[in-house]
């Protein structure tokens, strides 16, 4: 992981977050006390949805890291069903053998327990915010239990965000957790290396022992099939939004619904505002951006967009009444592309008008200015 951290932003890229986004990784030992089983209490399905509703969907992306045992225990199939509300929301799992250790280096921020990842978290310097402290079956005198002792932690029934923002940025590193991990940082290999050929009474091979690189994760964009429910502000060409997968607490602005297409729930495309999807350019099953955007239109006389997403910068957007557009990301955005057409779709409502030589708006969220191009698209319908 040491060795790794000079490829924090590829990791980062790789799971799905944009710049300005941080991302918050969920860890569970496979401990019944652990945070996945919370000693009966099912803190995290209860505390899932809340980090849905609570925590902007533009300005986080949540990933869970599960120790092995509880897949192999529970099975893989099971594992998802339980999770699947989560998921829709745009959690994604992380491989429990092979992803881990990047996902923790590319973490903003660890909601975790006392197992041993959480503690690398600690040792590496990120912050951890403790949602299941194992008090009562840690051995009081180990180096864990003394983490266990100071770690901050989260407070399940006060709101969330206010806590996560909180962790982030009072956070001091602590140098104990590194201490404990190793007394010879960067060293590793060598010496298991040298002590194992002694275990086994051979002679060590010639040549520098060796650790296998941490490999890049496949790419894994954020999908977020659950309604997403929209607030924006909208100021001349400047579009404030802000997406949720629940219903947000406090958010102020013009509201609207986002759905995608592979809703759990058909009966949600019947009240979307918004109806996105994502596919590329030709694609023979939907028809392309012109015959799957004029079907939605024609299939949902509520919706007023039909959003085709064609890449990770960009978008065809059919509007009813409006005309079609295609949105593209100008230089230094970095922001979902269907959120695009949500500040689009805000700001035509506003009267808004796209001239023949088209029109660049911006779009506020995530911390950020996300500047996008709109220009109007001669498609026959």
């Known amino acids: ?3 790794a951290r000079p490829y924090r932003d590829r990791f980062r890229r790789a799971l799905g977050v944009r710049r300005g986004q941080r991302l918050v990784v969920l860890n569970s030992t496979w401990n019944p006390e652990g945070f996945f089983g919370s000693g ?3 803190i995290l399905p209860g505390l899932l949805p809340r980090l849905a509703a609570e925590l902007p969907a533009d300005d986080y992306r949540l990933a869970a890291v599960l120790h092995p045992n509880i897949w192999f225990g529970h099975g893989p199939g099971q594992i998802r069903a339980w999770l699947d509300r989560a998921r829709r929301s745009g959690l994604v799992l ?3 053998v092979s992803a881990w250790r990047q996902a923790l280096l590319a973490a903003d921020l660890v909601l975790g327990d ?3 990842v959480s503690y690398y978290a600690a040792a590496l310097g990120t912050p951890v915010l403790l949602a299941a402290d194992g008090t009562d079956v840690l051995d009081a005198e180990a180096p864990l239990a003394e983490f266990v002792r100071h770690a901050p932690r989260l407070d399940h029934r006060a709101p969330l965000l206010p806590q996560v923002e909180r962790g982030i940025r009072a956070h001091r590193p602590d140098p104990a957790p590194a201490g404990f991990v190793t007394s010879e940082p960067g060293r590793s290999a060598e010496l298991l290396c040298r002590h194992f050929y002694a275990l086994m009474d051979l ?4 040549g520098p022992a060796s650790l296998e690189p941490l490999p890049l994760p496949p790419y894994t964009p954020g999908k977020v099939t659950a309604p997403l429910h929209v607030r924006t502000r909208v100021e001349g060409t400047d579009i404030a939004i802000e997406r949720s997968a629940e219903h947000p607490c406090g958010a102020g602005g013009d509201a609207h619904l986002a759905v995608h297409e592979e809703t759990r729930h058909y009966g949600d495309l019947d ?3 918004v109806i996105t999807r994502e596919g590329e350019a030709g694609d023979p099953r939907l028809g392309g951006s012109g015959p799957w955007t004029a079907e939605v239109l024609l299939r949902h006389p509520h919706c007023s967009a039909a959003v085709y997403v064609t890449g990770p910068d960009t978008c065809v957007v ?3 009444g409006h005309g079609m557009f295609r949105l593209s990301a ?7 592309p269907a959120a695009y057409a949500s500040a689009l779709h805000a700001w035509l409502a506003y009267d808004g008008m796209v001239p023949a030589r088209g029109v660049v708006l911006r779009m506020h969220t995530a911390g950020g200015v996300h500047p996008f191009r709109v220009d109007a698209v001669d498609w026959a319908t």
């Open 94 to 96: 992380i491989d429990p």
């Open 330 to 336: 100008e230089a230094g955005a970095d922001a979902d």
């Open 1 to 3: 992981m040491l060795a």
């Open 271 to 273: 009240v979307a505002d």
């Open 203 to 206: 002679p060590e091979p010639p």
């Open 114 to 116: 006392f197992g041993a």
């Open 318 to 320: 059919r509007t009813r």
């Open 40 to 42: 009966g209490r099912d």
